[in-house]
């Protein structure tokens, strides 16, 4: 792997911990504003909740990871569109692993439907989807911005020709 590339992944990664931090944050926020729980069914078991937003961060990172290993670092450009598909993603994700485990672990088999549109009905969904598109929006800024760059940064005194 070229430096380039560990550089990308460990941003990636970085990255992805926001974005989680930043998802459960804005749940939190959320559901204290406007008293709604992120589940509203009491049958859906404790996992459905945390597994559906593990799934969009797992999601986000696998995208931030191709987006920064795909090309080189004189090719990074912000990537405005990749980054509204990585929010659309995550956003289809989140509802789809709901819609998923919910079955599973309530065993009402044909409630699904029932569980998706209670979900798209509330902020949260649409919450994974904002804050996936800003936070790989901004990685691709950061590795954009790294353009012409080479090696690890330096200190003043370690820069040859100073």
Known sequence: MRDYQKYAAVVAVFAAVLYGAL????????????????ISQTDAGPLVGPSMAAAAVVLVFVLMLTLGLRDRPNRQRVAVGYSLGTGVAAFAGF????????PITSGRAFDALTFTETTLARPFA????VLAFTVTL??????ASRVGE????????ERPGD
């Open 126 to 129: 649409a919450t994974t989807g």
């Open 23 to 38: 998802v459960v944050a804005a749940f939190g926020m959320i559901s204290l504003a406007t008293d709604l729980d992120v």
């Open 95 to 102: 509802i789809v692993v709901g819609a998923i485990l919910y």
């Open 150 to 157: 080479h090696g690890r940064p330096l200190w003043p005194w």
């Open 138 to 143: 901004l990685y691709s800024v950061i590795l």
